[in-house]
């Protein structure tokens, strides 16, 4: 069982910065796939960017250039940092972790951390 905790939404001008961070309780964190989802009202959820174990990344193509994803295994903490800043990128940002073992699909989600860019 993993417990994921994100923190650092909040409100920033278009333009700023941010940087969420996602605390994961639980063993074996270094062999997870983490990666940070959002929804905005009235849309689905979406990939924003994700680090493997290998810690190959990839990028939602909207965010490209913008947004860096990194782990930190010692702390068992993933981080999105967020420059350039968009409204539409206004949104609550979900910490997720997942692995594939013995044909097993562990997921997991946290609670979401409100991200609002508005001037």
């Known amino acids: 069982q993993v417990q994921l905790v994100e923190s650092g939404g909040g409100l920033v001008q278009p333009g700023g910065s941010l940087r969420l961070s996602c605390a994961a309780s639980?063993?074996?964190?270094?062999?997870?796939?983490m990666g940070w989802y959002r929804q905005a009202p009235g849309k689905q959820r979406e990939l924003v960017a994700r680090?493997?174990?290998?810690?190959?990344?990839n990028y939602a193509d909207s965010v490209k250039g913008r947004f860096t994803i990194s782990r930190d295994n010692a702390k068992n903490t993933v981080y999105l940092q967020m420059n350039s800043l968009k409204p539409e990128d206004t949104a609550v940002y979900y910490c997720?972790?997942?692995?594939?073992?013995?044909?097993?699909?562990?997921?997991?989600w946290g609670q979401g951390t409100q991200v609002t860019v508005s001037s």
């Open positions: 680090i493997r174990s290998s810690d190959s990344t």
């Open positions: 997720n972790a997942a692995r594939l073992s013995s044909q097993t699909y562990y997921n997991y």
């Open positions: 639980g063993s074996m964190f270094s062999i997870y796939t």
